[in-house]
């Protein structure tokens, strides 16, 4: 327990000074989590091996390779006089970054062919948009408006929201939410998890109108934290549910005490898309 507080003190405190910092530091602080997160799922999902000669292959370099031009791109949008740019041209940068690898995953399959099963390939390609491109959105989500505020939000749904949920569930929990897959979590703790969020959320909210008087942004930072801790939730357990599936207790052994970076990560990585997108739509632009 000792060394799972201090890595996650540790955690905290990077969490915090990226977000600060933004810009490069949060940029390259992301990517190195992608690249541990697209090893970690590669590894779960048994498309590659412990060893160099079953882990550096076609398949799973193509996407090794992608990670770093993928934040390379979406830095750049940011910078150098593009920071102006709309969303619908980062979005389809991005895009046309996830095409490009899963058509040259595709012409590995055929070109080495029958080497590769295509539950092989199909899963890398999923690894790939689930650890590496939704990892991103923390970065995009820092960049927009309010960005400190919204990346704040990002972990207030997740890490807020669970322990929130753990200690709700303690005291009050009754009902079991999903009794095969996670059985010590409950209803009524999902509800202090949520309630949790929404607060923070509201508060971030009041502090916000601060910076900027007479910008009343309650309601969508309300709605940003009911629906952000339940995606957030749902991540937690879409992420033991991979591990279920293959009969691994972590994904990794980086952080001492939690696991792997999708252990720790793992409600992180599946709302800041969410939130990212909230936030565009419901908070006003520049």
Known sequence: MKIRVISGTVIGILAVVCGIAGGPLLSVVLCACAFAAYDELLRAAGVIGSTPEKKLHPLSVAGFVAIPVHYVLITLTQTNGMENLPDDIVSRIMMSMVILLFLTQMSIYVLTFPKYRAEQVMAAFFCYLYGPVLLSYIYLAREL????????TIFFCSWICDTCAYFTGRFF??????????????????????????????????????????????????????????????????????????????????????????????????????????????????
């Open 145 to 152: 408006k309010y960005g400190i505020f919204i990346y704040a």
């Open 173 to 286: 929990g009754r009902h079991k939410m999903a009794p095969v897959l996670s059985p010590k979590k409950t209803v009524e703790g999902a509800i202090g998890g949520v309630a949790g969020s929404v607060l923070l959320c509201v508060l971030t909210a009041q502090v916000i109108s601060h910076y900027y008087p007479g910008e009343d942004l309650t309601a969508a930072f309300a709605i940003i934290g009911f629906a952000g801790s339940i995606i957030s939730m749902i991540g937690d357990l879409a992420a033991s549910a991979i591990k279920r599936n293959h009969g691994i207790k972590d994904y990794g052994t980086i952080i001492p005490g939690h696991g792997g970076i999708m252990d720790r990560f793992d409600s992180v990585i599946f709302i800041a898309p969410v939130i990212y997108y909230l936030a565009v739509f419901l908070l006003p632009a520049l």
